[in-house]
């Protein structure tokens, strides 16, 4: 009886958080907040709204802890990215379910996992959970455009509203077959991105006397080539140590491991290829602004994303070496974000690894980093927190998954939903119990 009901709950509280419609920009994330507001009022819960700007409001909640026992956070964030209707089958902002499927934008990234987090909290609520450390739950502004609205600004402006020892958030959940061997990723860390720029020098002169000038955009295009060719020395960090050893059952060498994995399934070795080395991808440039003209300077953009724990200094002479002595160029760091990562030896671990026993026998956890970043690392900066990206998906499979988030027809089981609200239910009462 609990089951069903909570299954038809969660469900229809995602089909009304998905008409809500909190594309960011601009956001609009106070309606999303008012409505689950409604919901977890109904469930005797008392609930803070915290805005920086009026109409993109957080929201926050918790079930009071009756000890020092540790505190868990449901995290999610309630905008998500721009979608056009004509693209869809289904109008994006409907929330429809069909064929046992709930439909529109968020579904996925990540209403779904909000929805799940908020009927977790209420239906504990309403059972008369007595965590010993705090259960919190909270949605939360702007994280697709991240402008200080939302996780970044609570942690630096309402610190005590969003402090937790431990966190799930979005970032994995996918479930692989491996041969006869399943798996389930849990995100555990995050790379860095540290974009730069390599401003190539020249001289310009007219471009019907190439022979006068120095051409800055010809430089460019060598020094892109050796950016693009640098593949720095692999190294196991602890996510892909742990994800080999439970894959492969053993720790191959760094160099190795990319054709081992790909021996076991091509999937596990596109997984933990970009996490072996920093990786450098050459995306944008500038030159002249007139056909006539030879450029003295061209700019071409670079997103790099580093390894947890590297940092800009540490890969610079690196990239000075690679791009040779021979050209005239100068180096620009831009703004660097993520590249946190938390442990694995944790209670929250435990509860994924026991999670993942119970749904599917003979299933294990798997760890991974994350190519992008979200807002754990806001967290892990700010209190330490041990935050891992979780939200278990079976139905679904991962290829489908990753071509619907930020696109056409989002949609998410209604099974899938149930699991992770089952998940968050379970991660709850093991952690802060
Ligand atoms: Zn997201």
Redesign the pocket.
């Known amino acids: 009886m609990a089951a069903t009901s909570l299954r038809t709950e969660v469900t229809e509280l995602l089909s009304g958080l998905i008409r809500l419609d909190t594309t960011n920009p601009p956001g609009n994330e106070t309606i999303a907040a008012e409505y689950l507001r409604a919901y977890l009022e109904a469930a005797g819960l008392e609930c803070e709204l915290i805005a920086r700007s009026p109409e993109r409001a957080n929201l926050v909640t918790r079930i009071k802890g009756t000890g020092d026992g540790p505190s868990l956070l449901l995290l999610g964030?309630t905008d998500v990215v721009l979608a056009d209707p004509s693209e869809w089958q289904v109008p994006p902002f409907s929330g429809e379910v069909r064929d046992g499927e709930i439909w529109g934008r968020g579904a996925l990234?990540?209403k779904s996992q909000v929805a799940a987090g908020a009927v977790a909290i209420a239906s504990l609520a309403r059972e008369g959970f007595r965590p010993s450390g705090d259960l919190i739950f909270a949605a939360t502004a702007d994280?697709e455009n991240g402008v200080g609205f939302g996780l970044e600004w609570l942690c630096e402006a309402h610190p005590d509203a969003v402090r937790a020892d431990f966190c799930v958030n979005?970032g994995a959940g996918e479930r692989l077959q491996f041969g006869d061997d399943v798996y389930y990723v849990c995100s555990s860390a995050e790379k860095k991105s540290s974009p730069f720029t390599i401003r190539a020098l020249g001289r310009s002169g007219h471009a019907s006397m190439p022979g006068i000038a120095d051409n800055a955009l010809v430089k460019a295009a060598v020094l892109i080539q050796r950016i693009a060719e640098f593949k720095p020395e692999p190294q196991i960090q602890q996510e892909v140590e742990t994800f080999l050893r439970t894959v492969l059952g053993e720790v191959p060498s760094a160099a190795t491991a990319v054709e081992l994995a790909r021996a076991v399934d091509p999937v596990a070795a596109d997984l933990i290829e970009p996490l072996l080395s920093a990786t450098f991808s050459p995306t944008m440039i500038t030159a002249s602004q007139k056909r006539n003209v030879i450029p003295a300077v061209s700019e071409v953009t670079v997103d790099c994303r580093l390894l947890p724990g590297q940092t800009t200094e540490h890969v610079e002479p690196m990239i000075r070496a690679v791009l040779g002595g021979d050209l005239a160029y100068e180096l620009e760091w831009l703004e660097s974000k993520g590249g946190t990562r938390s442990s694995l030896d944790t209670p929250l671990w435990e509860a994924v690894e026991s999670f993942v026993a119970d749904t599917e026998p003979g299933a294990r956890a798997v760890p991974t980093c994350v190519a992008g970043f979200t807002d754990s690392h806001w967290l892990r900066e700010a209190f330490g927190t041990v935050a891992y990206g979780f939200f278990p998906a079976r139905t679904m499979p991962p290829e489908v998954a990753a071509t619907l988030i930020h696109s056409a027809d989002e949609r998410i089981p209604v099974d899938d939903l149930e699991l992770g609200l089952e998940w968050l239910r379970h991660a709850a009462r093991t952690v802060c119990a």
Request: glycine share 0%.
């Open positions: 964030h990234d990540m994280e979005e």
